[in-house]
């Protein structure tokens, strides 16, 4: 079926430089996505949102990167701290959902000090 | 309270048993969800109330998983006889708005992490 899914499950950056996460999505009646970030033992914490009538949009310290044409989503983050260390995860309004969010499987972003 | 509180936080249950989740929605919050998430996967959705009433509880797996809103404030999950395949975490969200996903306003408990021996 039509899923969300991320191209890396893992990545490790050291502090200060920017990360870029990858997410790319299959279903083309979506219309709405969002990231999460979640660390360990909490829920997942919204950080940003694109409608498909974008394709940037940024907030503090991340952007993300909507591509319509090759169903890709990125999220950037900027002088990443340790902070930042948690699973981040892309997800979209189930086939233009106002209320279902199918969510990908995720990335680990590990911040080396 | 200030945020969604999920109890209990962690809960040990043997194979077969009857296991009750409870979510305490943030105060005037009209909109409720359950979704689950298994290890090293992203949430899955589960069920959604607007209100009291299951608007849409097309996620639930089977017949063994119940929700229930009766005051359309705190939200039970229950699940009878549970399996070894039901060990996740279950997470509760809720909005004020009832078409959250234009604005992103959508807040997440902690979660209920429940094993299944």
């Known amino acids: 079926g039509e899923s969300v899914g991320l191209h890396l499950p893992t990545l490790s950056v050291q502090e200060g430089d920017n990360s870029i996460i990858n997410c790319a999505y299959s279903?083309?009646?979506?219309?709405?996505f969002i990231w999460y970030k979640q660390e360990s033992g909490k829920g997942p914490q919204f950080i940003i949102d694109i409608r498909s009538n974008m394709d940037k949009r940024q907030g503090q310290r991340v952007t993300v990167l909507l591509n319509k044409t090759v169903k890709h989503l990125s999220l950037q983050i900027a002088a990443t701290q340790p902070g930042d260390s948690a699973v981040y995860f892309c997800?979209?309004?189930?086939?233009?959902?106002?209320?279902?969010?199918?969510f990908g499987k995720g990335t680990l972003l590990t911040v080396n000090p | 309270g200030a945020g969604v509180s999920q109890t209990p936080s962690n809960k040990v249950t043997e194979k077969g048993k009857y296991v009750e989740l409870r979510c305490d929605p943030i105060?005037?919050?009209?909109?409720l969800y359950w979704y689950r998430q298994s290890l090293g996967q992203g949430p899955e959705f589960l069920i959604y109330f607007q209100g009291t009433g299951a608007a849409d509880d097309s996620g639930l797996p089977n017949d063994r998983f119940f929700a229930v809103r009766p005051e359309g404030s705190v939200s039970t999950l229950k699940i009878q006889r549970t399996e070894r395949g039901d060990s996740a975490v279950y997470l509760c969200?809720?909005?004020?708005?009832?078409?959250?996903?234009?604005?992103?306003?959508?807040?997440f408990g902690e979660g209920s992490r429940l094993t299944v021996l």
């Open positions: 105060s005037g919050h009209t909109a």
């Open positions: 969200a809720s909005s004020l708005l009832d078409r959250p996903l234009n604005t992103g306003e959508l807040f």
């Open positions: 997800a979209e309004n189930s086939g233009g959902s106002n209320y279902k969010l199918t």
């Open positions: 279903n083309s009646a979506s219309d709405y």
